[in-house]
Nanobody, 121 residues
Framework: QVQLVESGGGLVQAGGSLRLSCAASGRTFSGYAMGWFRQAPGKEREFVAARWSGTIYYAGSVKGRFTMSGDNVKNMVWLQMYSLKPEDTAVYYC????????????????WGQGTQVTVSS
């Protein structure tokens, strides 16, 4: 029912910034909670941020550096990332959930294809 497409990833120096975008293609998702996750090679998928009922939640590792925003009319969400560190390197995924705790990947029913973020030292 919901199709998600991420964009905006790339290669950036440590201390730089990137903005990731997630667009719903041809479908509305205003009734779904939205989340961002990331996964580095050899590691589990990690919670980054989520928006639910107008409240935005952040993982402790990114709080103060990343900002999530959304536009229900445009069916888009963004993740603005500042002061990037090499440990932020990962594939970043946009997700929409039907139910469950927002910090758990299994709560989400729909996922984008992911976009690579690489932060060099």
């Amino acid at each position: 029912q919901v199709q998600l497409v991420e964009s905006g990833g790339g290669l950036v120096q440590a201390g730089g910034s990137l903005r990731l975008s997630c667009a719903a293609s041809g479908r509305t998702f205003s009734g779904y909670a939205m989340g961002w996750f990331r996964q580095a090679p050899g590691k589990e998928r990690e919670f980054v941020a989520a928006r639910w009922s107008g409240t935005i939640y952040y993982a402790g590792s990114v709080k103060g550096r990343f900002t999530m925003s959304g536009d229900n009319v445009k069916n888009m969400v963004w993740l603005q990332m500042y002061s990037l560190k090499p440990e932020d390197t990962a594939v970043y995924y946009c997700a929409a959930r039907a139910s469950g705790p927002p910090e758990q990947a299994k709560s989400y029913d729909y996922w984008g294809q992911g976009t690579q973020v690489t932060v060099s030292s």
